[in-house]
């Protein structure tokens, strides 16, 4: 590796890790580096990072978003659909991290891909990233998503079992709800994502997801429940889990939409 300067080298391996982060978080279990690499990995860089001066690094510019090396390893494991799919969503995810196609670009810190298996049963979609998720880069990390991942091991599944997901993959600015031309904008990296992943069964979460997807007027409260379809997907809209965090009532009829979800799986429902 030829000498870089310090914030070169901090924003390659800045890269490197989110890459790899992505990599684990679509189910990727390993990644086989060719011994030259990582011979090269291990030799001292000049200017080299030390621990501590990552964050002087801005977080979110073009030239640390940009596909770091990892990207074209030498040594990958032979093509399976699993893993093509999840390289093509790796590829999505860095044109996500450099997309300016709405404002919410101005504002965000990380964006947020979505993360889960790359064949899952079940894709769950909500609206946009929160605070926690804006600072992680990862989908559903905060109190709604503690929930969300206890809704999913009711359900029987582990999060890597699923893929989780937003419209926006940027953070509204003050959690405010994104807008449909927000939405409309954004929809597109969604449905390249649908079209690899394929999920058998998606679940749509919350008033705004809805609208998003469906384009309806019709409140979640009347259409929760209602079996719609996305792209050819079943997919059941549900309320949000930051509702459920501040109406825990609803939680039961949520419980019902998700076993129905089960159901359509040919899975075991619990009873309850
Ligand atoms: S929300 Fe979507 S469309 Fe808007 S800047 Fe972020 S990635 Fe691009």
Request: contains cysteine; aromatic residues 4%.
């Amino acid at each position: 590796m030829a000498p870089a300067p310090r914030a070169q080298a901090a924003a390659l391996v800045d890269g490197m890790i989110d890459h790899l982060q992505h990599l684990k978080e679509s189910g990727q279990k390993s990644v086989r580096l060719d011994p030259d690499v990582l011979g090269q990995l291990a030799k001292p860089i000049a200017g080299q990072v030390i621990p501590g001066e990552r964050a002087a690094v801005p977080p979110q510019t073009a030239e640390r978003r940009a596909p770091p090396p990892s990207a074209k390893l030498p040594g990958k494991p032979a093509a399976s659909a699993a893993h093509a799919s999840g390289t093509a969503l790796g590829a999505i995810a860095e044109r996500i991290a450099v997309c300016t196609a709405c404002g919410l670009c101005q504002t965000r810190t990380r964006t947020v891909p979505g993360q889960g298996a790359t064949r899952p049963d079940i894709l769950f979609v909500g609206e946009g990233p929160g605070a926690d998720e804006d600072a992680q880069g990862l989908a559903f990390v905060g109190r709604a998503g503690q929930l969300l991942t206890k809704m999913i091991k009711a359900m029987g599944y582990e999060r890597e079992d699923v893929w989780i997901g937003n419209i926006v993959k940027c953070r509204p600015p003050n959690n405010r709800a994104p807008s449909l031309e927000e939405m409309a904008a954004c929809l597109p990296y969604l449905k390249e994502q649908i079209g690899l992943l394929q999920p058998r069964v998606m679940v749509c979460m919350g008033a705004t997801a809805v609208k998003g997807l469906f384009e309806t007027a019709t409140p979640i409260s009347k259409i929760r429940g209602t079996w719609l379809s996305f792209e050819g997907i079943d997919t059941m809209p549900t309320f949000h889990p930051a509702y459920l965090l501040r109406n825990p009532s609803a939680k039961r009829v949520v419980w019902q939409d998700l076993k129905a979800v089960l159901e359509k799986l040919g899975k075991p429902v619990p009873q309850g």
